[in-house]
């Protein structure tokens, strides 16, 4: 039974420092997703946790064991790489059970595992071929073959989709789900795709420059995101975010309003908030609807008609340009007026140092 | 006109070069058919008798058959080199290639000077009676290995760096250490310009004249390279046996070059380009 | 002591033992090499330095200060082979950037028996250069040997190729050249192979003629393969040894004599201070001569 805790952990190239004081706590058996952009420090800290990169300072403790000075190989960890990574010299059956064989488990043993291994992932008819006669989906597949005859307490996975093609992406997903539920072990995640992160995990972290920006569920995220960057990030397409001004406050009803957007009330935690304040305004293409008294004008700049949703690029008044996703075909003209409104209970607002007001 | 070019050009070149680079070769192998008297004339004319098996013998069993403990030495030399070789220079490749370090400037240094002076030879050869190793053929078999050491490196470094660093990493997770990773993951991997390595170093090492005759003197441990040097006064008037004995050691690269031609060409180029 | 404190910190705060996790590439992979290399030719290398500078009997050594030195550049015969170096050395690297590159063209355009061609040429870098020498002292007898009789046949009567002191070294180039032009040539050819063809397409839309494209795309972007050929064969040229010494041991007289074979006479004369000199001399002419060129060549590739 092994979770996962870190706790402030930090890495630093020379003076530069990449992961900022991480605090995490992962269960036993969650499904953990790292997500951010490219050089937000994802990679390197899924790295720390399989000892291939060094941890400058915090701790990493997996199971009850402090790992920060563990061999990779104590850890109890398996990983699955981007680019599989597979020994080319080396048959898929000996691929699979090289580590075994470094570990000087028994023959009849490791066959028995590797056999194993090969029958959960239905690839039994490949164990004699060399990685160089197998497509991108098999040798994914061996791969995480690999991963699975060591038994590991956490199973780390950096970015094992992207090499893949967009259908095969969606099949091995579901594999990997699978893989997940039958086998119950602590996964740790590593991707830039959101749809990956909004699938598969259990919990998704979110990562900025090296600081974890919100750790929840994929919903959590979604509807109540921590700040601008995880509201931004998050979603597809992205939340509209809108420059406003705070006209009142009274107790947890903010009213705003700003060029684009006639004057709305936003339940919201409110402390501090004072009228003048300059505030963003969030809301979900998805939540925009038309509707005669909505509070948000503009002109239809882009329809994207994709039958079962119509995306809508809006221009407003102020220049912002707005993303609005419809139910159904519409046939909409360019150029054209639009009013649009929405459920002030789907909006968020967020102060001016990027934090979301959710009201409490 | 177009078509006529490339053929009377071609007949041409396949005329001259004929003339300077398969002559000479035709000359041994003609000198190494004839007999005494008529090898002694010096002619590019056809063998009068065929004496071929005759001269082999007497090359072969003179100063008590020093020709065949010369192969098994040379032999010993070459494979013993090049093993040694093979091995060291991938390790420093695959640390050169692998590690940034602050020392790794200093090593490329070392490599470009190898490749550059010349060896210092008589402190050589006294450090080497200092450690014993003069005369001694394991002590040449290490004068080989220093001398070729940059090349063979060079060679490697730039291979390894076209390997993903995440084999080694999978291998780590897999629980290899250091030595399972170079020569279970690494080693192998390496094979292609393995092979361009062995053939390039084992030509230069069987060829080499110059460091046996410095470090290795005295008749018992000759290379064949010292045994056709010292053949060439001895025979001074047997020319049908000194350009039988040329023939003989001709043999072990033409086998190479015929096999490994391209690995050969392959492997000078892309060192020389890199060094 | 960096080390040291990560390890006491951590065992205070109950770290697991071996605090600090160890380099999967690890520096002692250095080690058997450095020690080969560093006591065979690093510390030789270092000691000439030294022994350069004495009277040596490998038993004892007094030191003379620069008096080998002195000796080196005031004999006349040590002087020739200083000069004669420089000579074999720029002969030898001309002709083979020249006939290189001639033959790579050659051997790049669409002739027939192309790989015949390149095999003949190349082959000769593989033979055993004593046994290239011997042959080659035989067909340049000056009466018997086979060039001179058959230049007779043409009515030209040949030079004595290595009995006369002006041709020795020379000869002996030449053959140089012979047996290494077929490297020159491999070097060449992957130079040729990787200029993209874009380049002659759009010289033939511009109207550029055969003799233009030559000089105009092919001489340009075959540089890097020129600079290599050139250091090579130069370094190669200057530390020439085995080919002289089974053609000429450097006659008639110190006719053909170089460095190297000064060297090796002096070595077995006994003057082993005065050897070592020879060595000192040549690795600073090799220094003064190929680190310049070796800049100048670079320069020349990165302007591009």
Redesign the interface.
Same mark, same amino acid.
Not at chain 3, 13 to 16: A, L, V, Y
Not at chain 3, 109 to 113: D, T, V, W
């Given at each position: 039974m092994a979770g996962l805790d870190l706790k402030d952990l930090r890495k630093n190239y020379g003076t530069v420092e990449v992961i900022k004081g991480v605090d995490l706590s992962i269960d036993h058996g969650e499904f953990v997703v790292f997500v951010g952009p490219s050089g937000c420090g994802k990679s390197t800290l899924l790295r720390m946790i399989a000892g291939l990169e060094e941890i400058t300072g915090g701790e990493l403790w997996i199971g009850d064991r402090l790992c920060n000075t563990v061999e990779p190989r104590d850890r109890g960890i398996a990983m699955v790489f981007q680019n599989y990574a597979l020994y080319p010299h080396m048959t898929v059956y000996d691929n699979v059970g090289f580590g075994l064989k470094l570990a000087k488990t028994p023959k009849a043993e490791r066959d028995r595992r590797i056999r194993e291994a090969a029958r959960i992932l239905q690839m039994e008819h490949l164990l004699q071929r060399k990685p160089s006669q197998l497509s991108g989906g098999q040798r994914q597949r061996v791969a995480i073959g690999r991963a699975i005859v060591r038994q590991p307490e956490v199973f780390l996975f950096d970015e094992p989709l992207s090499n893949l093609d967009a259908a095969l992406r969606v099949e091995t997903r579901m594999e990997i789900a699978k893989l997940h539920q039958d086998l119950g072990t602590t996964m740790v995640y590593v991707t830039h795709d959101q749809v990956e992160a909004m699938t598969l995990a259990d919990k998704i972290v979110v990562l900025d420059r090296g600081v974890v920006q919100q750790v929840g569920s994929p919903i959590e995220l979604y509807q109540r995101p921590a700040n601008l960057f995880v509201a931004g990030f998050i979603g597809s397409p992205k939340m509209n975010l809108l420059p406003a001004t705070v006209d009142a406050v009274e107790g947890d009803i903010v009213r705003v309003s700003s060029r684009d957007l006639a004057a709305t009330a936003i339940r919201a935690r409110s402390d501090g908030l004072k009228k003048g304040d300059s505030i963003t305004l969030g809301v979900r293409p998805h939540a925009l609807v038309p509707n005669q008294n909505g509070n948000v004008v503009g002109q239809v700049a882009l329809v994207e008609r994709l039958g079962n949703e119509t995306n809508v690029s809006v221009r407003l008044p102020g220049g912002t340009p707005l993303m609005v996703v419809l139910d159904g075909d519409r046939a909409l003209r360019l150029g054209e007026s639009i009013i649009l409104g929405f459920d002030p209970a789907q909006a968020l607002l967020f102060d001016q140092s990027g934090v979301a007001r959710e009201p409490l | 006109m177009s078509k006529a070019g490339p053929i009377v050009g071609g007949i041409a070149a396949i005329v001259i070069s004929a003339l300077v680079f398969l002559v000479p070769f035709a000359f041994i192998i003609l000198t190494a058919f004839k007999d005494r008297a008529q090898a002694a004339a010096l002619d590019f004319t056809w063998p009068a008798s065929f004496n071929l098996w005759t001269n082999l013998v007497e090359v072969v069993t003179t100063r008590n058959w020093m020709l065949v403990t010369a192969f098994i030495n040379s032999t010993i030399l070459t494979v013993s080199s090049v093993t040694l070789l093979v091995v060291f220079a991938a390790m420093v490749g695959f640390i050169l290639a692998r590690r940034k370090s602050r020392w790794n400037p200093l090593v490329e240094f070392l490599i470009l000077a190898g490749l550059m002076i010349p060896p210092a030879v008589v402190p050589t050869i006294w450090l080497m009676q200092g450690l014993g190793l003069f005369g001694k053929l394991h002590g040449l078999v290490l004068i080989e290995v220093a001398y070729n050491l940059p090349f063979s490196i060079i060679l490697y470094r730039a291979f390894i760096a076209t390997i993903p660093r995440e084999l080694d990493e999978a291998a780590i997770i897999d629980g290899a250490r250091p030595l399972d990773v170079f020569f279970r993951v690494i080693l192998p991997l390496l094979w292609p310009v393995t092979v361009t390595n062995i053939v390039v170093q084992s030509v230069g090492i069987f060829n080499d004249f110059t460091n046996p005759l410095y470090y290795l003197p005295g008749n018992q441990n000759a290379t064949v390279q010292l045994t056709l040097y010292n053949f060439q006064s001895q025979f001074n008037t047997s020319y049908n046996l000194l350009f039988t004995n040329i023939l003989l050691i001709t043999i072990p690269p033409l086998i190479v070059f015929l096999f490994f031609n391209r690995q050969i060409v392959a492997g000078m180029t892309a060192g020389a380009v890199k060094g | 002591m960096t080390a040291l404190t990560v390890t006491e910190s951590?065992t205070r705060?109950?770290?697991?033992a071996? *605090?600090?996790?160890? !380099?999967?590439?690890?520096?002692w992979? #250095?080690l058997? *090499?450095a020690i080969?290399?560093g006591?065979?030719?690093?510390?030789?290398?270092f *000691?000439?330095l030294y #022994?350069s500078l004495t009277r040596?009997t490998?038993f004892n050594s007094v030191f003379i200060g620069l008096e080998n030195f002195v000796q080196f550049f005031r004999e006349p015969f040590l002087v020739q082979g200083l000069v004669n170096t420089v000579i074999y050395a720029v002969i030898t690297s001309g002709l083979k950037v020249m006939l290189g590159m001639l033959l790579a063209l050659?051997l790049t355009? %669409?002739?027939?028996?192309r790989g /015949?061609?390149r !095999? +003949? $040429?190349?082959?000769? +870098?593989? +033979?055993? &250069? $004593?046994? +290239?020498g011997? &042959? #080659?002292t035989?067909?340049m007898?000056p009466t018997?040997?086979?060039i001179n009789?058959g230049l007779a046949l043409l009515g030209i009567d040949g030079p004595g190729w290595l009995t006369d002191p002006r041709l020795a070294l020379i000869s002996v180039a030449l053959v140089d050249v012979?047996k290494g032009v077929g490297?020159a040539t $491999?070097?060449y050819? *992957?130079?040729l192979v990787a200029i993209p063809k874009d380049y002659y397409e759009a010289a033939r839309i511009d109207g550029a003629t055969r003799w233009q494209n030559f000089w105009y795309v092919t001489l340009p972007l075959s540089r890097?393969?020129t600079a290599?050929v050139i250091i090579?064969s130069f370094?190669g040229g200057l530390?020439t040894?085995?080919l002289i010494?089974?053609m000429t041991r450097g006659g008639p007289g110190f006719a053909s004599d170089t460095v190297?074979s000064v060297? /090796?006479k002096q070595?077995q004369a006994g003057f /082993?201070g005065l !050897? &070592?000199a020879g %060595?000192?001399v040549?690795?600073v002419l090799?220094?003064v001569l190929?680190v310049p060129l070796t800049m100048f060549l670079n320069r020349k590739q990165g302007h591009e």
């Open positions: - | - | 951590a705060k109950g770290h697991p071996g *605090a600090r996790r160890r !380099s999967p590439y690890p520096a992979f #250095f058997p *090499a080969i290399y006591v065979l030719f690093l510390a030789p290398t *000691a000439s #022994f040596w490998l050659l355009s %669409n002739i027939i028996a /015949y061609l !095999s +003949v $040429v190349f082959f000769p +870098v593989l +033979v055993s &250069t $004593v046994g +290239v011997i &042959t #080659f035989v067909l007898h018997q040997g086979m009789e012979w490297l $491999v070097i050819i *992957a130079g890097p393969a290599t090579l370094i530390r040894f085995d010494w089974a190297a060297i /090796y070595y /082993y !050897s &070592t %060595n000192v040549l690795f090799i220094a190929v």
